[in-house]
């Protein structure tokens, strides 16, 4: 058990703030109502937060510490994202269309973390429909980035990478389709893990892309994750595409050593365009892996490349199809004085989706009509099922794969909006776990120099390096990133006033 200051819980690991409140050193209610001023004193100018459910908290809080929220979460607060359902509050995505929206039920990966004994706080801003890389395709307003609130968070959980970031809580939940979780981690410099695709049930998460999206933790360090990974991981009957595995102890092999380990590095992920702290990061971390004992070895991922068309036409294929339900008639807007039905339809959606889910839409749209389908959509199948065997084949080589997360440190507002090319290129290195459903993890690594860089006003901005693991061998992903994060040694904590 860790003996923590509790002066502020608020500066506290998810750990170190769960053994301080089983030990009655601090009370559930004391830490909630910490966590609760320090939102309502941030959120104004971080926008992580889009609904906060004060009361609640305070009352399962009291709840806690009556002993009457037993689990490994007791009393812990968190935040999810708003496209996870509760059968409280409001389920938004951030979008207007959804601005009513309350759902008839709770997410299997939310009702586990109660049952695990966590205080939900609230909702966080999102890209609408998770779909973007800098929450600034939120209806609700861009969250901004804790490290400078000039810069994105990155998306599209932004608002939940920066709630843990700027101390707002000590762990929070997002969903990952083709880096929502690790590239916002990267970029506010927190650990964010995109468990293997069946890991964690989709059961309640409003979907964008139904066989890429997998729900996820966000937390200071890799051990916390690890604990809200294992409240959520496990098979539920309410979702078919959930794996029946067992889900081993994630905690318990965390801090075992790595020799013998195999680390894979691809050239692809190598390029002169990276940010030239991102490649030093690499390099480094390369150099702590092998000093440590594990062994380096060099692997082929050929089909990289095309990782970013593949993902951009099978990720709107289904959104198209997966957005198709919000017609005006369910799921709250819908458009005033309108006459006939196509028109009821089409006008509810023109004011309910912002820019971005209608170029999605048409995106997704074209390429399943008829004519472009085997062309567009049946092609990009067929190549994530080359990346798919790419990754088979490394595994066989090394035990876990390490490159950048993402290709620099976050980047100004506006800076790639009116160019959604750009913006997607944003996910490069990590699109293809999504492709390939393995799991993959960011953990901080430290940050760019302020003085020699653009990021020169900003004092620098954190950047994170990336592992990938074999399908559901998280227990070894977190065992190297774990090892990283110790003999790295940065810290990644962000004092915010
Ligand atoms: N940035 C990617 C996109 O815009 C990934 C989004 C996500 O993972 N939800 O689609």
Known sequence: MTTANTADPTQLTLVALRDAITAKQLSAAE???CYLD??????????????????????????ADAGKLAGPLAGVPIAIKDNLCTDWGRTTCSSRILENFRAPYTATAVRRLEDAGAIVLGKTVMDEFAMGSSTENSAVGPTRNPWNPAYVPGGSSGGSAAAVAANMCPGSIGSDTGGSIRQPAALCGVVGLKPTYGRISRYGLVAFASSLDQI???AHNVTDAALLLQAMAGHDPLDSTSANLPVPDYTEQIDQPIDGLRVGIAKQFVSDANHPAMTQAVERASALFRDAGAEIVSIDLPHTKYG???????????????????????????????????ELYSRSRAEGFGDEVKRRIMLGTYALSSGYYDAYYLRALKVRRLIKNDFDAAFKQCDVILGPTTT?????????TD????MYLNDIYTVNANLAGIPGISVPAGLTDAASSSEAQAGGLPIGIQLLAAPFDEGTLLR???QFEQLA?????????
Do not use: M, W
């Open 216 to 218: 996820g933790p966000f």
């Open 31 to 33: 830490a909630t109502r």
């Open 489 to 497: 040694a940065f810290s990644t904590r962000k004092a915010l006033g």
């Open 480 to 482: 190297a990133a774990r």
């Open 308 to 342: 970013i068309p593949t993902y951009y036409l099978v990720a709107t294929a289904e959104a198209s199809s997966n957005l198709a339900r919000y017609d005006g008639v369910r799921y709250g807007r819908r458009a005033e004085g309108v006459r006939e039905l196509v």
């Open 408 to 416: 620099g440190p976050a980047f100004r507002f506006g800076e790639k």
């Open 419 to 422: 160019d959604p090319l750009t």
């Open 38 to 63: 320090r939102i309502e004193r941030h959120n104004p100018s971080i926008n992580a937060f889009h609904e906060v459910y004060a009361d609640r908290a305070r009352a399962r809080a009291d709840h």
